[in-house]
Structures are given as C-alpha cells and as structure tokens.
C-alpha cells in the first residue's frame, strides 16, 4: 500500500492535540517509575523500557513482577502473556486505522508503536476534523505526543520520585475516563448508535468483573460492530 505524503503541519496540530491528556499521563508515568524503582530496576532500566514498550499496564505489570522477586524462568513466560493479553484490544486499533489512513510498509510500523488508547480517541474524532483530514502525520503528532509526556516523566519519577505526591491522592484518575466520555458523545449520532454503545458499556462492566481489560476491550469492541452492522443491515433489508 502507499503510504501518505508526510505533513509537518499536520503533525504539529495533532500533537497538540494531546496536550490537554498530558495532566493525566504525567502522574502515571511517576508512579510507574517509583515502582519499578522501588522494585530494584536503575534510571536507566525504568527509562528504557518506558521508551520501548511504552503500554502503560504491561509496564507496570512487569515493574510488580520485579518488585515481586525478578522474572526468572517461567514468570517471565508468564509476563508475555499478560502483556500480550493487556495489549490484544490494540488489534482492533489497528484495523479501525488501517480502513481510515492509507500508510506504507515503515509508517504502519512506526504508528503501531506508539499507538495508545488515548492517541486512537483523540485521533479518531480530532483527525477528520483537521484541515488535512486524518493523515499520517496528525496520527503520529498525536501517538509522539503522548509518547514524549510519558517518557519526560518517567524520568522525572526514577530521579524524584521519593519526594513526589501519591498520584492517587491527586485525583487524576478520573481524567481519562472523563476524556474518553468527552470523545465518545459527538460519535452517538442516532439510536443505532446509542444502542451499541450503551449494551457493550454494560458488557464492559460485566466481563471486566472477571477478565482483563485489555481482553474485555477486544471482545466488547468485536461484538459491538457485530451487534451494529446486524442492526444495520436488518434495517435495510427492512427498507428494500
């Protein structure tokens, strides 16, 4: 596939995009730090896997691991596994952007690395929005967004984070479910819509009391376009 032509322009405003989730990345990022600190890891041991793996859970999965005692062995298997379990929703990310931004060979790499939950909102309802549609260059302004706040802190809590607040104690924790609300409202455009999202919300909630989030978002995510293109094409067959 051909990839788009590279817009510094369109970069620029897809970072700052993701400016206002900075205050909700920040604290998390802290926290992951002083716990792999905490569980023996040096600065640059926190910093390195922040900047490779950068996935917020699997990272603090794997610092829980060291804090437990190391991953030797069979844990380490193990550690694979949660992360590829915590990490399974990013497939449909990726097929939701592949039908909606035509990238080559190197750009469909370099996007899949940095691709977040919060980057796929944002760029999801911001990108079209923006005076060059949704391009490669808005979607990794966005992704490196995120990517340079969680790495900048990350930092910050391996060298400060001793003397730093408990994140959980500054509240922040509601940011994020409040701007994935802000995102999902605009999209609710008819009772199709609404349906769908209001019977997978309530999967959500239930599978989430049994599985892991990352898998609950897979299978949600999956039954959810299953449930609205059967809605769909029953209305339409209705109308013919």
Partial sequence: MTGQR????AFGRGFRVM????????????????TARAGGLSVWETCLMSVTVFAGASQFAAAGQFVGGGVPGVAAVALVGTTFVLNARHVLY???????VPLSRWQRAVAAQFLTDEAYGMVLVAGPRD??????GFLLGAELSLFAAWNAATLLGALAGAVLPDPDALGVGVIFPLAFLGLLVPLLVGRVAVLVAVVSGLGA?????????????????????????LISTRRAEGRA
């Fill in 6 to 9: 590279f817009d510094w322009g």
């Fill in 94 to 100: 990726g097929l939701s952007l592949s039908r909606q």
């Fill in 131 to 136: 005076p060059g549609g949704l391009s490669v």
């Fill in 205 to 229: 909630w239930a599978l989430g009391r049994v599985l892991p989030g990352g898998l609950v978002v897979l299978l949600v995510g999956v039954g959810g376009a299953l449930l609205g293109a």
């Fill in 19 to 34: 400016v206002p989730l900075w205050a909700g990345v920040v604290p998390f990022a802290v926290a992951y730090a002083v």
